[in-house]
C-alpha cells in the first residue's frame, strides 16, 4: 500500500512538471507550493528501494546533514534549506549575448597644446668687435726700461706707399734712430723684428718710439707711440704692451662718403690717453688743410671707451676727396703728436 503511494506521487510530479512546461495545455491537481515536498519523498523511497537493510537510516541531504524518517503513519517532511528557494514556475533563461572581443587599435602620441600663444623671440644684435689698432706695438711696452739696442717687434697696417717709418726721439725731441721699411703689399698687416741702435749723453733719459704711415701724397695715416726710458748702462726691463684695440673708432662718416653743405658730424669712441684736446683735420690732395676742429674727450677712470662727437666745418668750391684725421697730443715731457688714425672722405660744396 505504502509504495502505491509513492508511485501515485511520483507520476503526480512528473504530470506537475509537464504542466509547469506548458501551463496551459495541463491543469495542475497538485498545490504548487506542496510540490517540492512530493519530489523529496519520491526520491526517498526510490532509496529505500534499492537498499531495503537501510530503510530506517536517515536520509542525508548536502545542507542539514542526518535526517530521521518518519514514522509510517504520518506524512511528515524536513525539507533540506537547497529545497526552500525552489520556486514553482520555471522561468527561460536569456541567452548571454556575447562579449564582442575589443579591437585593440593604436592610439596616436598626445600633443600637448601650448598653454598661451606663443611670444616672439628676441633677435639678439651682437655688439660689434672692436677693431685691432692699425699700428700694434708688441715689445717695448709702456714705460719701459731699455738700453741699447732697442729690440722692437710690432704689428702695423702698411700705408699706400707701402711704407713703415720707425723712429726713436730723445727727450728734447732730437732724432736718435731711423729705420724706413718698404712692403709690396700695401694696407696690410706686417710682422716687424727690427733692433735700433741709439746712444745718450747721459746716464738716462726719456725716449719715444714713434711707428707711422703714410699715403702716396705723404699725408699721414696712423701713428702709435711708446714713451720708454732709454738707459746707457744696466738691463733691460720690458712692460707687458697693454690693449692692442684701435684707440679711436669712426662711426661717422664713412669710409668715402660724400658730405655736403659746410659742416662734417664726425662721431665715434675713443680710448683717450690724456685730457688733452684731440684735433680732426680734413687735408686735401695738395696737402691743404680745408677744415679742422678740436674736441675734448675725458679719460674714462676705469681705462674703457668713451662716446665723442665733433662738428667740424669746411670750405670747398667743388667735390673734392680728403683725408680725415684725428691726432692726439702728448701732455708729457716730450711734445707732440702721439696718435692718429685717418679715414678718406669726399665733400662738396
Request: proline content about 10%; some cysteine.
Amino acid at each position: 500500500m505504502r509504495r502505491l503511494f509513492f508511485v501515485t506521487l511520483l507520476l503526480v510530479a512528473l504530470l506537475t512538471g509537464c504542466a509547469a512546461l506548458n501551463p496551459t495545455d495541463l491543469p495542475v491537481s497538485v498545490p504548487t507550493e506542496l510540490i517540492p515536498t512530493f519530489i523529496v519523498e519520491t526520491m526517498n523511497a526510490r532509496r529505500q528501494t534499492e537498499t531495503p537493510a537501510n530503510q530506517n537510516a536517515a536520509l542525508e541531504t548536502p545542507n542539514s546533514g542526518a535526517q530521521s524518517a518518519a514514522p509510517s503513519g504520518t506524512l511528515t517532511t524536513t525539507l533540506p534549506a537547497d529545497f526552500v528557494t525552489l520556486t514553482a514556475s520555471i522561468t527561460p533563461t536569456a541567452t548571454p549575448t556575447p562579449t564582442p572581443t575589443p579591437t585593440i587599435t593604436s592610439t596616436p602620441p598626445l600633443i600637448k597644446t601650448p598653454s598661451r600663444a606663443p611670444t616672439r623671440t628676441p633677435t639678439i644684435t651682437p655688439t660689434p668687435s672692436l677693431p685691432n689698432a692699425a699700428v700694434q706695438i708688441q715689445v717695448p711696452g709702456p714705460g719701459s726700461k731699455i738700453i741699447s739696442p732697442l729690440h722692437l717687434t710690432s704689428w702695423v697696417k702698411s700705408g699706400k706707399d707701402g711704407k713703415v717709418r720707425i723712429e726713436l726721439l730723445g727727450e728734447d725731441g732730437r732724432l736718435l734712430a731711423r729705420k724706413i721699411l718698404t712692403y709690396y703689399e700695401t694696407g696690410k698687416y706686417v710682422y716687424l723684428d727690427q733692433d735700433l741702435d741709439f746712444e745718450i749723453p747721459g746716464v738716462a733719459e726719456t725716449g719715444r718710439l714713434v711707428l707711422s704711415t703714410y699715403d702716396t701724397l705723404g699725408r699721414l695715416t696712423s701713428m702709435a707711440t711708446r714713451d720708454l726710458l732709454l738707459l746707457s748702462v744696466g738691463e733691460d726691463e720690458i712692460t707687458p704692451p697693454g690693449d692692442m684695440t684701435e684707440p679711436v673708432i669712426i662711426y661717422e662718416p664713412r669710409l668715402n662718403k660724400l658730405i655736403q653743405g659746410s659742416t662734417l658730424i664726425v662721431q665715434g669712441i675713443a680710448r683717450p690717453f690724456n685730457g688733452q684736446f684731440m684735433l680732426i683735420e680734413l687735408i686735401a690732395k695738395d696737402g691743404s688743410q680745408v677744415g679742422y676742429r678740436q674736441f675734448a674727450a675725458l679719460p674714462d677712470p676705469a681705462g674703457g671707451y668713451v662716446n665723442f662727437s665733433a662738428e667740424v666745418p669746411f670750405k670747398v668750391d667743388k667735390l673734392t676727396p680728403v683725408l680725415m684725421t684725428i691726432k692726439a697730443y702728448s701732455n708729457g715731457r716730450i711734445s707732440g703728436m702721439i696718435y692718429a688714425i685717418s679715414q678718406e672722405i669726399v665733400l662738396s660744396p
